[in-house]
């Protein structure tokens, strides 16, 4: 399938709660597909269902090039650790803007996969931030909103101001 188009900040639609999945079938295969070449297009590191607008809980996450696509539908964090990890995030609902955020280093999270078979885990580092990051979304925060308010607002003046230039 070719890539989707994504919905744009600051359409509402990306702070929309998502909607857990409860059908899985072959349209849900085939919306996670779609967030598949759609993330590779992009390219971007993960994408939620609602970066197409659509207010279901599915995630799609490649962390390198050469890397195995994760894909996880109705994820909750159920645990996060104390210890802290600060990284860039951005969004490509939001291109060329990013800033650095701190969230926790470690997650427990569960799962279903495309079959609606129940799976938990954990995830630390990189993959922990990113997971926080998508989760996030679909629970309707986009991500410059877990920044100061003054940040939050020199964000979205330089995304204004890099899409007037465009």
């Known amino acids: 399938m070719p890539a989707r188009p994504l919905v744009m ?12 999945i409860d059908v899985f079938d072959e349209a849900l295969a085939t919306l996670a597909q779609d967030l598949i070449d759609t993330l590779v297009a992009a390219p971007a590191i993960g994408l939620t269902a609602s970066h197409f607008g659509v207010a279901k809980r599915l995630v799609v996450i490649r962390l390198a090039d050469d890397a195995i696509m994760r894909v996880y539908a109705n994820p909750v964090i159920v645990w996060t650790s104390p210890e802290l990890k600060t990284e860039t995030e951005g969004s490509v609902s939001m291109p060329g803007i990013s800033e650095q955020i701190e969230r926790p280093a470690r997650i427990g999270l569960t799962w279903q996969d495309l079959s609606g078979k129940p799976q938990e885990g954990e995830a630390e580092g990189f993959l922990a931030v990113v997971l926080q990051h998508e989760i996030d979304q679909l629970d309707g925060i ?12 020199r964000a979205v003046k330089r995304f204004e101001k890099t899409r007037k230039k465009a």
């Open 142 to 153: 986009f991500w410059i909103d877990r920044l100061s308010r003054l940040k939050r607002e």
């Open 9 to 20: 900040f600051p359409d509402p639609r990306l702070r929309q709660k998502a909607e857990p």
